[in-house]
């Protein structure tokens, strides 16, 4: 693979309980545990930066598929869930939600653009077969 770009993170300190920056510093921020799972909740989590992350570029895809095609995605949005569980053999496993909000485009037109971003998405790509990712477009 040619690479364009690299990210650059450390953790640091209790794992989910600790601090997380990137080396950039552009974020900088103290972890914790959601209560959900027996934690503070008084930071950031994984779920939470990778639900960012997926809408993030989830949305980009979605973009680039749009230009591609003269698909028209004004006021378009993604919004994610990332959840966590136990697996049976006493690990945690993850699942999302994609939920593709695309005003201006009829219900067919917006699920094939969902589906051809869900095909260029590298998060997508990283985890197809690995979780289950369901994708939905948000009907008016």
Same mark, same amino acid.
């Given at each position: 693979?040619?690479?364009?770009?690299?990210?650059?993170?450390? %953790?640091?300190g209790?794992?989910r309980?600790?601090h %997380?920056?990137?080396a950039d510093?552009? +974020?900088d921020?103290?972890? /914790? $545990?959601?209560t959900e799972?027996?934690?503070?909740? =008084?930071g950031a989590?994984?779920? =939470?930066?990778? /639900?960012l992350g997926y809408?993030?570029?989830f949305h980009s895809a979605?973009q /680039?598929?749009a230009?591609?095609t003269?698909? &028209?995605?004004?006021?378009?949005?993604?919004g994610?869930r990332v959840? $966590?569980g136990p697996?049976d053999?006493g690990?945690? @496993? +993850?699942?999302?939600?994609?939920?593709v909000?695309l005003p %201006?485009? &009829?219900?067919d037109a917006a =699920? =094939?653009?969902?589906?051809?971003?869900? @095909?260029?998405?590298p998060?997508?790509?990283?985890?197809r077969?690995n $979780?289950?990712?369901?994708v939905?477009?948000? @009907? &008016?």
């Amino acid at each position: 693979m040619k690479t364009l770009y690299t990210a650059e993170a450390l %953790a640091t300190g209790a794992g989910r309980d600790g601090h %997380a920056r990137t080396a950039d510093g552009s +974020l900088d921020l103290d972890m /914790a $545990i959601p209560t959900e799972m027996g934690g503070s909740g =008084q930071g950031a989590n994984p779920e =939470q930066l990778f /639900a960012l992350g997926y809408a993030a570029c989830f949305h980009s895809a979605l973009q /680039a598929v749009a230009r591609r095609t003269k698909a &028209d995605v004004s006021n378009s949005s993604v919004g994610s869930r990332v959840h $966590i569980g136990p697996t049976d053999d006493g690990g945690f @496993q +993850l699942a999302v939600e994609l939920e593709v909000t695309l005003p %201006a485009l &009829d219900a067919d037109a917006a =699920q =094939q653009l969902a589906d051809a971003a869900h @095909q260029v998405c590298p998060y997508s790509n990283a985890t197809r077969g690995n $979780i289950d990712v369901t994708v939905t477009v948000a @009907q &008016d």
